[in-house]
């Protein structure tokens, strides 16, 4: 399975639980110096403000996919997060709708959906996304897996953003579905005068690999 940072490609790693501990995120008191940002997962995604030269050590929940049966009924052990995701009159969606997928645990719970949701976001300093990954499984004996993953953006204040996590899927030459694993944001900008959006790539940016202490 492919990992795709909206442009580069890494090795995937076996699914697993990060075991950094997290909080669910809270927005700036104030709109000053912040961003929009739709945050699309069928996995989970925690973003953090990066203060200093380090990693943040414990994470903030941003959205996190739930489970549901093939009649659309969501299941009462995987719920998504949050349960009434937030609108804040962003522009229109430009990024691809993610696949359904079937969890490696307790299939009868149903298929991973993906959850939108907006936020606003500081921008005085650099972001963090991050996710703990996903595990994919089928009814045989064998599942693919996405790494658990970080990157760190520099967002700009008063501008609208989507960040897409989680597993995607396209077809292969033979028509077969190849899994994608996915993690990147892109910019939603508007031509002048028009109702023309045209989506725009952030490019990570360099950051410490080391975690705060405390």
Same mark, same amino acid.
């Given at each position: 399975?492919?990992?795709?940072?909206?442009?580069?490609?890494?090795?995937?790693?076996?699914? +697993?639980?990060?075991?950094?501990?997290?909080?669910?995120?809270?927005?700036?008191?104030?709109?000053? !110096?912040? =961003?929009?940002?739709?945050? /699309?997962? $069928?996995? $989970?995604?925690?973003?953090?403000?990066?203060?200093?030269?380090?990693?943040?050590?414990?994470?903030?929940?941003?959205?996190?996919? +739930? &489970?549901?049966?093939?009649?659309?009924?969501?299941?009462? $052990? %995987?719920?998504?997060?949050?349960? *009434?995701?937030?609108?804040?009159?962003?522009?229109?969606?430009?990024?691809?709708?993610?696949?359904?997928?079937?969890? /490696?645990?307790?299939?009868?719970?149903?298929?991973?959906? *993906?959850?939108?949701? *907006?936020?606003?976001? &500081? %921008?005085?300093?650099?972001?963090?996304?991050?996710?703990?990954? =996903?595990?994919? +499984? !089928?009814?045989?004996?064998?599942?693919s897996s996405c790494p658990e993953q970080a990157l760190v953006f520099k967002l700009e204040p008063g501008k609208d953003y989507e960040a897409l996590v989680g597993v995607g899927g396209a077809p292969d030459k033979n028509g077969v579905q190849s899994l994608m694993c996915i993690m990147g944001v892109i910019e939603l900008v508007s031509l002048p005068? %028009? *109702?023309?959006?045209?989506?725009?790539?952030?490019?990570?940016?360099? =950051?410490?690999?080391?975690?705060?202490? +405390?």
């Amino acid at each position: 399975m492919r990992f795709v940072a909206i442009a580069s490609l890494v090795a995937v790693s076996l699914f +697993g639980c990060s075991g950094i501990p997290s909080a669910p995120y809270v927005e700036p008191a104030q709109s000053e !110096n912040s =961003a929009r940002l739709r945050v /699309i997962t $069928n996995s $989970n995604a925690f973003g953090d403000t990066i203060v200093g030269n380090c990693r943040p050590a414990s994470r903030h929940k941003m959205a996190e996919a +739930g &489970r549901f049966t093939s009649e659309g009924r969501p299941s009462l $052990n %995987t719920p998504q997060y949050p349960l *009434e995701p937030a609108i804040l009159g962003m522009p229109k969606r430009a990024a691809p709708e993610l696949i359904q997928y079937m969890g /490696i645990r307790q299939m009868a719970e149903g298929f991973y959906k *993906e959850v939108v949701t *907006e936020y606003r976001v &500081r %921008t005085d300093a650099p972001f963090q996304i991050a996710t703990s990954g =996903a595990g994919v +499984g !089928n009814f045989g004996s064998t599942y693919s897996s996405c790494p658990e993953q970080a990157l760190v953006f520099k967002l700009e204040p008063g501008k609208d953003y989507e960040a897409l996590v989680g597993v995607g899927g396209a077809p292969d030459k033979n028509g077969v579905q190849s899994l994608m694993c996915i993690m990147g944001v892109i910019e939603l900008v508007s031509l002048p005068g %028009t *109702e023309v959006l045209v989506p725009r790539r952030v490019m990570p940016i360099t =950051a410490s690999q080391d975690v705060c202490k +405390g």
